[in-house]
């Protein structure tokens, strides 16, 4: 089945640890994205690529870093600089990282930082 | 500053009755339009889009219609279903990211 995994669906880090969100796809899609929910907001962009080897900061890039190296995945790592990680995250891909192309989206991880 | 606005937090329809749920956006360079359903502790599914070159679009129970001149977006649901309830997001982009509005959590009541 084609689609998008994010693993864990849970996370729990102490503060002052960086840790990594994982997410795959298997959809042949070129464009990826993550995306951050807080309790009643929208989805507010962090990073997305358009292609392998590349991305671009979105509106709340700080204190977060990504990587592209396949096109498959796009792990999110969320570092100690981030001053408020606990959030509920969400990866997506896109067939191309142009307009008019629908974003299918990623079950989520759940990240809290006791 | 908030691109893309849902001012109803919330709605509650019957069962069978028509669902519609509202959107407005400022920025006039957003040519693409979106409607996504999500469950709790879920990622959002697409329901339907619309392209800025259109003012209807249909696919099933689901309609969406844009009004350009009035930066304003809705979506019907007709009929209305207990399991259409979830929170429905409005999406823009003029581009590769999409900007979300905060929410609407539908609730249909039997």
């Known amino acids: 089945d084609g689609g998008i995994t994010q693993s864990p669906k849970y996370l729990f880090r102490k503060e002052g640890q960086n840790v990594t969100l994982s997410c795959e796809q298997n959809?042949?899609?070129?464009?990826m994205y993550w995306y951050r929910q807080d309790p009643g907001q929208g989805l507010r962009l962090i990073y997305y690529s358009q292609i392998v080897n590349d991305f671009q900061k979105g509106d709340i890039a700080e204190g977060y870093s990504v990587s592209r190296e396949k096109k498959e995945s796009f792990p999110l790592t969320v570092t100690s600089a981030q001053k408020n990680p606990t959030a509920f995250y969400l990866c997506?891909?896109?067939?191309?990282?142009?307009?008019?192309?629908?974003?299918?989206f990623g079950p989520g991880t759940r990240l809290t930082v006791l | 500053d908030q691109q893309v606005k849902q001012n109803s937090p919330s709605l509650s329809v019957q069962e069978g009755r028509i669902s519609i749920l509202n959107c407005d956006y400022t920025n006039s360079m957003f040519d693409y339009f979106l409607w996504y359903k999500k469950y709790p502790a879920e990622g959002p599914t697409f329901l339907i889009s619309?392209?800025?070159?259109?003012d209807k679009n249909e696919d099933g129970r689901f309609t969406v219609f844009l009004n350009k001149s009035a930066k304003h977006l809705s979506l019907h649901i007709v009929p209305s279903q207990p399991g259409d309830s979830a929170v429905y997001f409005c999406a823009a982009t003029s581009g590769y990211a999409l900007n979300f509005g905060k929410g609407t959590s539908l609730l249909v009541t039997p």
């Open positions: 959809l042949n899609h070129d464009a």
């Open positions: 997506a891909s896109s067939m191309s990282g142009g307009t008019h192309n629908e974003q299918f």
């Open positions: 619309i392209s800025s070159i259109k």
